[in-house]
């Protein structure tokens, strides 16, 4: 089924959540306005499942199961990746920190924050999609399509979320069946980004590094510092369609204006914005 050794996890019982996990928004706006009757809301049988990427996934791929017996609404059945990739998140973070907690006891918390910023950073979630050939099953919208969005680090990347939180939802949020899966993916990389880690030098109280800098927390750290509060990231401009949409985020300490940053994603703009706040700063 794949070239690759790490495939999706197999025996899905219910299908729906693997499907939703593989529609982007894009896909889900364009149905929804072109079909408008209910009859318009059934799952083909053909088209969504004749992909090689579901064959021996599920227990049972000679019939569909029906919406009930897994309690998921009619109108959820066509929900995009997002709720999914919101939850794939968490468990990714909590995961991977847990993961490097246990592997590096001798890494300072810093350091061990920085590493699981880039275990988990949209570029290397999309890696971890194109193992999985994730770009190539993506349920788009014909504008995505056009764009380029198969091949779209943030789309692949909030694929990989959105698949990990399905994962979590069908083994009926059992954590350790989630665990012996994503280990290996971290495994996989982790020495060569914890060399990059190491690489990160001190010089007259700024931080220096080639690979990453985890500046939302050097700029948190100041604000506790110097004001006792925490930084707050504000959306002031969305532009763009659903699958290349640009966010322009400020980040403010007690209501004034340290930065701006703008990004495709909300955590890369308002990671921009705190690069910038802390230029201002002088900091950096």
């Known amino acids: 089924m794949f070239s690759s050794p790490y495939q999706l996890p197999k025996f899905w019982n219910n299908r729906y959540l693997l499907q939703q996990a593989l529609t982007h928004r894009s896909h889900t706006n364009e149905r929804n306005s072109e079909q408008k009757n209910k009859e318009a809301h059934r799952v083909p049988v053909s088209s969504s499942y004749s992909s090689p990427l579901y064959e021996g996934v599920f227990q049972n791929s000679s019939s569909i199961p029906s919406r009930r017996r897994f ?13 999914l990739e919101f939850l794939g998140d968490a468990i990714l973070n909590f995961l991977s ?21 880039m275990l988990v950073d949209t570029n290397q979630l999309a890696e971890f999609a194109k193992m999985l050939d994730l770009g190539d099953h993506l349920h788009l919208g014909r504008g995505a399509e056009q ?5 779209n680090p943030r789309i692949l990347g909030s694929a990989f979320e959105a698949v990990i939180g399905a994962y979590f939802l069908e083994r009926n949020s059992n954590i350790h069946e989630v665990r012996s899966y994503v280990l ?28 990453t800098k985890n500046y939302k927390s050097q700029l948190q750290e100041w604000a506790l510092a110097k004001h006792g509060t925490n930084p707050s990231y504000v959306v002031v401009k969305e532009s763009g369609p659903d699958h290349a949409k640009t966010f ?30 802390l230029e201002r700063l002088g900091l950096l």
């Open 71 to 83: 309690g998921v609404a009619t109108t959820e059945l066509f929900q995009d990746n997002e709720r």
């Open 97 to 117: 920190g847990e993961f490097l907690y246990k592997k590096y006891p001798e890494k300072t918390e810093g350091e061990l924050t920085t590493l699981r910023a």
């Open 147 to 151: 764009g380029g969005a198969r091949k």
């Open 184 to 211: 290996p993916f971290f495994e996989l990389v982790v020495e060569k980004l914890s060399i990059s880690v190491s690489s990160v030098s001190l010089n007259n109280s700024k931080i220096e590094h080639r690979a």
């Open 248 to 277: 322009v985020i400020e980040v403010q300490v007690k209501g004034e204006s340290y930065g701006q940053g703008s990004g495709r994603k909300k955590q890369d703009a308002e990671k921009d914005a705190a690069r910038d706040a």
